[in-house]
C-alpha cells in the first residue's frame, strides 16, 4: 500500500534538489561565465560599448551588422572544439555532476509515496548521490580558472589573461550560479538526512499503523 508521506523537512528537501538541479543546468549552458573588457563594433566606432561574455562552450558577441542587442551561441560546434583542455574537463565533471542532481530531483518528486526501495531509504540514496555529484561540481569549478589563459579567453579579457587570471575580465552570474548549486548541493546532501528522519519518526508510524493513506506532519 501506498502511503503518502508529506513533512516540511522533506518537502523542503526535495524543493532544494529541484533548485539546486535546475541552477547548475542553467548556469553549464549559459554564456555568462566571463565578461570581456569594453569594445565598440567595427563600423560603428562612435557606437556604444559593450562587453562580451564567453562560456564554456558559448558566447555573446556584438556582429557589425546588428544594430541592438548582441547574437548568442555556441562558439565550439564539437566537443574538440571547446578553447582549452581544462574548459573540456570541467564540461565532463559539471555534466556528470548535473546528471547525478537531475536524476535526484526526478526520484525526489516521488519520495511523497515511496521513502525506500530494496529496503534502503531513498534519501539517504539520494544524499549520497548529491555528495558525489558535489564532489563533481567543485573538481570542474577548480578545472574552470585553468582554461583561462587560452587564446579564446585571451580574446575576451587581453594578453594579461593566464591560468586562475581573468587579466581584463570579470566574473559572470553563470560562474557565481553554478558556485552557489554546488554549495547547496551539500546542503542537500547534508538535509537529505533530516528528510528521511521526518519520514520515518514515530508520529509517522503511528498514523501508519491507524490506517492513514495520507499524513501530512509539519
Known amino acids: 500500500m501506498c502511503h503518502v508521506i508529506v513533512t516540511c523537512r522533506s518537502m523542503l528537501w526535495t524543493l532544494l534538489s529541484i533548485v539546486a538541479a535546475f541552477g547548475e543546468l542553467i548556469a553549464f ?3 555568462d561565465w566571463l565578461v570581456g573588457f569594453p569594445r565598440v563594433p567595427e563600423h560603428h566606432r562612435h557606437g556604444e ?6 562560456g564554456i562552450y558559448g558566447r555573446c558577441v556584438k556582429l557589425p551588422h546588428l544594430q541592438r542587442g548582441v547574437l548568442c551561441g555556441p562558439y565550439a560546434v564539437h566537443f574538440g572544439e ?12 559539471l555534466a556528470a555532476g548535473i546528471l547525478l542532481l537531475c536524476a ?5 518528486v516521488f519520495t511523497i509515496c515511496f521513502q525506500s526501495i530494496m529496503k534502503k531509504s531513498i534519501f539517504n540514496v539520494c544524499g549520497l548521490l548529491q555528495g558525489i555529484a558535489g564532489l563533481f561540481l567543485i573538481l570542474g569549478l577548480m ?3 585553468a582554461g583561462w589563459g587560452s587564446d579564446k579567453a ?7 589573461a593566464a591560468p586562475y587570471r581573468a587579466g581584463l575580465c570579470s566574473m559572470g552570474w553563470a560562474f557565481y550560479t553554478a558556485a552557489g548549486g554546488t554549495a547547496l548541493t551539500f546542503l542537500c546532501a547534508v538535509f537529505s538526512a533530516q528528510a528521511e528522519i521526518a519520514t520515518s519518526s514515530d508520529k509517522v508510524q503511528e498514523e501508519i499503523e491507524e490506517g492513514k493513506s495520507l ?3 509539519l
Open 154 to 160: 585571451r580574446l575576451y579579457c587581453g594578453a594579461e
Open 49 to 54: 560599448a559593450y562587453r562580451p561574455t564567453l
Open 104 to 108: 535526484v530531483a526526478f526520484v525526489s
Open 143 to 145: 578545472l574552470y580558472p
Open 82 to 93: 571547446i578553447a582549452s583542455g581544462f574548459w573540456q574537463a570541467t564540461c565532463i565533471f
Open 215 to 217: 499524513i501530512c506532519l
Open 29 to 31: 549552458m549559459s554564456s
